[in-house]
Each structure stands twice: as C-alpha cells, then as structure tokens.
C-alpha cells in the first residue's frame, strides 16, 4: 500500500517540509508559538512526483510513520521543556514567582486610588483569583486593571479588542503604561526584567515598580491590606479564626489540584501522568465528601481557600478535562463539586469575572505543544452561564445564617 492512500496525500510533506527548512529551534523560541500556517500543499500530482523522487515508488507506512513519531517526539520534547521546566523523571516543576511580597501588610493601606494597577489575563486561573478578590473586596475604582490578551507565542501583549461581552470583562490596552506587550512593562521597571512576563502582576504606577507577581500574596493584599480603599472593608476572606484550616487546605489543594491539573497537562512521562492524575482525583473525591457537610471549604464562611479552588474548577470541563487530561471524572459528576462551584459563581460580581470564551481560546489556541491544530472544541454542555446560574440549595448547609451575604455594599 502506498503512503499516499494510508495516510492521505498531504502528510509527509509538511513533516518533510519543517525537517529540511527549520534551523534546529533554538531554545530562545517560546513553544506556545502557533507556528504559521503551512502553505497549502501542492496540487497531488506534484507532490507524488516529488516523493518518488525523494523516496522512491513508494515509502513504507512503518518507515514514515516512526520517522513522523521520532521526529514529532523530539520536538515535542523541545517545545515542551520550554513551555513546563520538568524534572528528569518528565513531572512538572512550576518555576517559582519571581516577585513574592516584600511589602509590609499596612503599605498601601494610606496610598490614593490608582497607585496600584493590576495586570491580568482572562484564561489564567491565577490572575483569576486577584479579579475575584478585587471585585469582592469593592476595589475596582482602587486598584485599575489591565486585561492582556495571549499572543500568538504565548507571551500577553495588550489589544484594543473593542468589544463587550454584557458585564463580563473583557482584554484591552495597557491603561496604566500604554505598552504593547506584558513583556514591556515589565521590562519598564527600573532595574529592567528580562525573566517571565507573567501574570497576574501587581504593578506600582508611581514608583514604576512591580510590587508582586505572586498570586497568594496579592489576594491576602487585597483582602486585608487595602481596606482604607476598599468599598467593602468588612469582608474578611482570611479571618484569624480561620487562617490555620486555610492555610491547611492550600496545602492540600495547591499541588494536588491547582497544580495539580497542569502536573497532568504537562507532565513528560506516562509515570509523572499517572502520580498527578491519581493525586487529583483522589483529593477531588475526598473534597466532594467534605463538601457534603460544609457549605464552603472550611464551614460557613466563605475564605480564600475558596477562592483559589473555584478558579480550578470553573475550567475544569472547560479545558482540563479534555486538553489536560483530566479524564477520569468530569466536574459534573461530583454532585457537592459542581453545586458548590455554583454557589460561588453566584455570589454578586463572581460571574463578571469569568469569561468562558476567553478561557477557552487562551488554553487551545495557544498552548501550542498541547493542541498543535489549535481547533477549540466545542463548549461542553453544562459549563455555560445559564446551567451555572440554576439552583444549588447549598445554603441549606449553613448552619448560621441561610442565605450567604459575602457583598455587603
Ligand atoms: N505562581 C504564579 C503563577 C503565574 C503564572 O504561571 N501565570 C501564567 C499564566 S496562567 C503566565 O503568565 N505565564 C506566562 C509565561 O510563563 O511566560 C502565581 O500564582 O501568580
């Protein structure tokens, strides 16, 4: 049989193609690039010309496909050192955040509104937790935000998008530096940057500074450290009481399960897939348990540990479970997970800041290594604004007060 009726006549030519044309990728290049678009393959005729020239009558479909493999596989390999550093054993090893909070808790507190500026994007469960925060502590007039898009490569870059999507947010331009790129502002800073440009980052407008790129930290700022700003000072998402069990829970739930999705989708070796996947649903089962008795992860009071679990699990069936991997259960199938993360898309200014499409473009179109078509699957029934909208009795756990009131402005 020839390779032309097995595999269609358009497969080795592109494989070709990049064999002989691409220099060997140095390591500088970012492996989320979407790599151009190939030029349509040549019309048939051509191209069979061209490969019995090349290969003679006909190419083995063993010999193409393990030489298609091999050479995929070395520069998925490539791609992915780039896009998740792994250890030799292929398990992911999240970078740590170069900018930790070295800010005294009551910094702020006394700042005017607009001296600190918040950099974020839509798809990233981390900037997601500041958007959260932000809204629920009533610091949206306090503490401005930009919303960056993913470039092409992977990198965020600011794009008038000019759109709206109802009260949702949306990306936009850099309204504090007008730059073109993350990377820019970053590099602003005095002393410049030439490491990640990640998000989300907390961003000092007078001192042109960055003050924080470490999620956690910038929550428990936003929580505890503004309220002279904040139109919702009474909100305590890390009450004292309650800031041991929180930060026992992060314990648990950071590495299994907010890591614990991309130690799946970027995992190296079918061992470092199987410890990851194992570790998630196993904390997943036992956090679906817990939550049959409690209406939020430690009790009544909706905390941070909250916060940085519904970031999860809202893109859970979205893109974790299909482009991670994330098979063994969708979040629909925990009966108190997917009724929880409900009571928590609920709460006033929740809602506003999940945007499902933008979640769903920023995982399959541009984590390149993980979806080389970059074909964005269709919405999975279930996820959208109205099913997330529907009842959940959930307050019916509350043993203090029935209807939780996290937004008291
Ligand atoms: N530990 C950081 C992680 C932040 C992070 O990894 N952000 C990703 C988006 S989800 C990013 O901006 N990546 C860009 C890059 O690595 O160049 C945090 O929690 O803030």
Redesign the pocket.
Known sequence: MSCTSLLGPVLPIPARKSIRKTKPTPCHVSPRMSLQPLPPPPNPSLFTTITKLLWGQSLPPQLLISTVRSTWHATWQLMMSQLAPSDPSGRYT?PP?KFRANFKPTQFSRQKPGTLHLYV?LP????HRTLIVRALKGLEDAVPVSIASPGID???EFKDTGGRDGDRLVPGLDNANRRRTLREVYRSRRGGYDG?????MLWDVERKEVVC????DIIELFNSGLNGLSGNSDLDLSPPALKGRIDEWNRIIYPNVNNGVYRCGFAQSQEAYDTAVNELFNTLDMIDDHLGSSRYICGDTLTLADVCLFTTLVRFDLVYNVMFKCTKKKLQEYPNLHGYMRDIYQIPRVAATCNFGAIMDGYYKILFPLNPGSIRPIMPSGCEHEVLSGPHNRELLSSVDKSMRVYVS
């Open positions: 999240r955040s994007g990233c469960p981390w900037a992977g990198s965020w990640r440009a990640t998000v989300p790129n470490e999620s956690y």
